[in-house]
């Protein structure tokens, strides 16, 4: 160390402002008192003096090899002491008494109580076991034993030699610990069967290391820590350590902090920023504590500038990166791959199929990659084969992309939101009119059940794709893919982000001079504001704009279109003759067209009108007639369409029978009508057929309001959603 800051010209004060290593410790080091410094020391170091090849790998290994050194040769009787415990943990409370639940615990004949404390790198679980012992050891008169086993190092502790230093630490002389490894683990089980205490292995790498350190019966326990799953563990109960929770994290940081005073607001987006990661925390917080004069909300804003990435997560020798770069160096080199150009995928959260496109691997090579990642804790698997990042490891695998793969890495973006937007746009083909089922290049998609299952499962992915395209100058994916939505948005009639979709196939529109989509896409903004609560000034601002690109483009079907969505923001306006007006003349263009789809839509909404002028019979009469169109299967309606369209019809026939008094038909449409929109994603629509059904049906009616208000509340209309529950 000391012929490495000498060469880079360095005093010690000036490598220990490089580093954040303290003056203390890297003179320590030079005079050979400190022969075994810790990873992400030395790794900080090397960063300081710009190591890099053979010299960077001599000196990590040379720490690395003074650690185990150090480790192994320790005395007999140390391994009793354990480490102390961190005066501010905070939080884990049912955690804590599910350890504390070992105690008690029976097992069958010949099987130890094991308690397997699983997490990925920084949720300090290491700071949890110490804690946790430290409470039980009242309960274990025989003491408690500590045993690092290196299970996430280059080199972890041999089962041979961590039986040697159990044995030893259980006072067997070294003349009699046996040389074979099956006979020191029987000595061993036999040694604990008959004490009361408790075993802390931390930092266990496999099954195999682990297998033979585990007691066959009697009162002692055993906890083990672990980053990987050990899913092959045998009867071992298994604790997973998730992130802290906001309050708890609030609570460490300012634990850590010990009475600084500190803005509130700035605490919880300090909090936020680290994840609920103990560790960044940690780091955050001794930083503000060794820096007096920091400003903890200019500390937050620096956080949440992703420019700066993990190097603010870096606090003396406590460093995120390092704790990362551990799990990620047990990876084989395909998975590494994966796991780096992952960061890449711009949703929160991805399957094995987008895995394989950003790896650039076969399927079946991206599916054991995720089962590494998730088993050494660098990727969380949820529900349905989805997988995400925590947000903090997002940024060490953005660093790791860009130092591994150099120039390289701008192409992986591009392939992914390339990949993405075809999906997108073949899944949503499935529901426009004279497309369907997509080429074989789509698997995934082989009905119309897995293109809606898609596109909602991977909205965040293709609407990042749609404005990372756009950013990019891509517009013609962008506005085909903008396009293919039409239809199918309005099985997601309130997700959010219509708008932005076809704000986006606007922009592209435009960006590429062609007049017919720019009233396209306008003419579908019009639709997403009258979705409520709508707003009809702006449908008429988007239908007039649009009819007169329509019209300058010779699109026929867009005019028709512009008049339709005037109809409507007319009938919002409770304007209903204007409105029919209005839908007339779209009506007959969509039937001069040949569009039939178009054509029911509107003739839904001369229904629309009708009813709302108090022409209940004729709008009865009207909703019959689509409905009669769309069951018809000669009438060429695209069959994905006509199943969305009958649930609406029936809602409407419904609520005319009811408004006439007719009670027992409209219960009997509206009942089928709500059991058909079961299927969809909950609508303004089926919150209206539900209300109406509660008010038709005496006994049974506050079943039907109760469902009213709880589709109301997840269409975000609160008001309705209280006039419902109000009549439950």
Not at 226 to 238: D, F, I
Not at 512 to 519: E, N, P, R, V
Request: negative net charge; hydrophobic residues 45%.
């Amino acid at each position: 160390m000391r012929g490495h800051r000498r060469a880079a010209l360095l005093t010690l004060e000036q490598l220990a402002e490089a580093s954040g290593v303290s003056v203390r410790t890297l003179s320590d080091m030079e005079r050979g008192r400190s022969r075994g410094p810790q990873h992400r020391t030395v790794t900080a170091l090397a960063d300081a003096l710009a190591l890099d090849g053979d010299a960077r790998t001599q000196l990590l290994e040379l720490a690395r090899d003074g650690r185990l050194a150090g480790h192994w040769n320790r005395p007999a009787g140390g391994l009793h002491e354990l480490p102390r415990v961190v005066a501010d943990f905070t939080g884990r409370s049912e955690e804590l008494i599910w350890v504390s639940d070992l105690v008690y615990s029976e097992s069958s004949p010949g099987v130890g109580v094991v308690g397997l404390i699983t997490g990925s790198a920084g949720l300090g679980k290491t700071t949890f076991a110490v804690r946790a012992a430290h409470a039980l050891l009242p309960s274990f008169p025989d003491g408690a034993v500590f045993l690092d086993l290196f299970g996430i190092s280059q080199r972890p502790l041999p089962a041979l030699e961590a039986l040697r230093a159990l044995l030893r630490a259980l006072g067997v002389p070294d003349q009699r610990i046996p040389p074979d490894a099956g006979e020191r683990a029987s000595l061993y089980r036999s040694l604990i069967r008959g004490r009361r205490m408790l075993v802390v292995l931390d930092n266990a790498g496999s099954e195999e290391q682990v297998r033979p350190l585990l007691p066959g019966g009697g009162a002692s326990r055993v906890l083990v820590t672990t980053r990987r799953l050990l899913a092959g563990l045998e009867g071992v109960r298994r604790l997973a350590l998730g992130p802290l929770g906001p309050a708890e994290s609030r609570h460490l940081l300012a634990g850590i902090l010990n009475g600084r005073a500190v803005d509130e607001a700035a605490l919880t987006r300090l909090a936020e920023r680290c994840g609920g990661l103990p560790l960044a925390l940690r780091i955050i917080g001794n930083r503000l504590l060794s820096r007096p004069g920091w400003d903890a909300a200019e500390l937050a804003a620096r956080l949440a500038a992703e420019e700066h990435g993990l190097d603010q997560f870096r606090a003396g020798d406590l460093q995120i990166a390092g704790a990362f770069m551990m799990s990620y160096e047990q990876l084989a080199p395909c998975a590494q791959q994966v796991f780096r150009r992952l960061a890449a995928v711009p949703g929160r959260d991805f399957d094995a199929a987008l895995a394989s496109v950003a790896g650039g691997v076969p399927l079946g090579d991206a599916w054991e990659a995720l089962d590494d990642l998730v088993d050494l804790g660098l990727l969380q698997d949820g529900a349905a084969g989805r997988y995400q990042f925590h947000d903090l490891v997002r940024l060490f695998a953005r660093d790791r992309l860009r130092a591994e793969e150099g120039d390289g890495a701008a192409a992986i973006p591009e392939r992914v939101t390339s990949w993405l937007l075809r999906t997108a746009t073949a899944a949503g083909r499935w529901f426009e009119p004279g497309y369907g089922r997509p080429d074989p290049d789509f698997p995934a998609l082989g009905s119309a059940e897995d293109a809606e299952e898609w596109l909602r499962a991977n909205v965040e992915n293709w609407l990042g794709a749609l404005r990372s395209a756009t950013a990019a100058g891509r517009y013609a994916p962008v506005l085909d893919c903008a396009e293919s939505m039409h239809w199918f948005s309005d099985r997601w009639t309130h997700a959010p982000h219509w708008r932005e979709v076809f704000a986006l196939g606007a922009d592209a529109a435009v960006a590429l001079a062609d007049l017919a989509q720019q009233a396209t896409q306008l003419n579908y903004l019009a639709w997403v504001h009258w979705v409520p609560p709508s707003d009809p000034a702006a449908m008429l601002r988007c239908t007039a704009q649009a009819l007169e690109l329509a019209e300058l483009s010779g699109a026929t079907k867009q005019v028709a279109a512009a008049h339709d969505y005037t109809s409507r923001a007319l009938l919002a306006l409770e304007r209903p003759e204007e409105a029919a007006a209005s839908a007339a003349v779209a009506s007959g263009m969509f039937r001069a067209a040949d569009d039939v789809d178009s054509y029911v839509q509107v003739l839904s909404q001369i229904g629309h009108c009708r009813r709302q002028a108090g022409r209940l019979g004729e709008a009865l009469e009207q909703y019959r007639l689509t409905l009669e169109l769309i069951e018809d299967e000669g009438s060429g309606m695209t069959p994905t369409i006509a199943a969305q369209c009958r649930p609406y019809a029936l809602m409407r026939i419904g609520q005319c029978l009811a408004g006439l008094g007719r009670r027992a038909e409209a219960v009997a449409a509206l009942t089928e009508s709500v059991e058909l929109m079961d299927a969809l994603q909950p609508n303004f629509r089926q919150a209206e057929a539900l209300e109406t059904l509660g008010s038709l049906l005496d006994a049974d009616g506050h079943r039907y309001y109760e469902r009213a208000a709880r589709a109301y509340r997840e269409i975000g209309d609160e008001a309705a959603s209280q006039r419902c529950q109000a009549a439950t």
